[in-house]
Nanobody
């Protein structure tokens, strides 16, 4: 089993920054990638960014140039630096971990609210 615990969401004004983090524990030895998804009210969950165990990153077009995903393998932690936030970024942000055999685990989510 894998446990993912997110923190660092919150309320911020448009143009501001946040840096949520996610700590993984349990059977994480076969991690293929970690990432962040988000779900805004009334919308489907969508990919934000992913990072593989070798450090290859992938971003949604809507966040490229504003968000940066990174990981600290020694701390089993993944971060999402979010800059130039706007109200469209308001959502619940979920951390994910994908194993080498294709199973995906989800965290409980951390809310991000951007006020105009």
């Amino acid at each position: 089993q894998v446990q993912l615990v997110e923190s660092g969401g919150g309320l911020v004004q448009a143009g501001g920054s946040l840096r949520p983090s996610c700590v993984a524990s349990g059977s994480i030895y076969y991690t293929r990638s970690m990432g962040w998804y988000r779900q805004a009210p009334g919308k489907q969950r969508e990919l934000v960014a992913t990072i593989t165990s070798s450090g290859i990153t992938n971003y949604a077009d809507s966040v490229k140039g504003r968000f940066t995903i990174s990981r600290d393998n020694a701390k089993s932690t993944v971060y999402l630096q979010m800059n130039s936030l706007n109200p469209a970024d308001t959502a619940i942000y979920y951390c994910t971990l994908e194993t080498s055999w294709g199973r995906t685990y989800w965290g409980q989510g951390t809310p991000v609210t951007v006020s105009s």
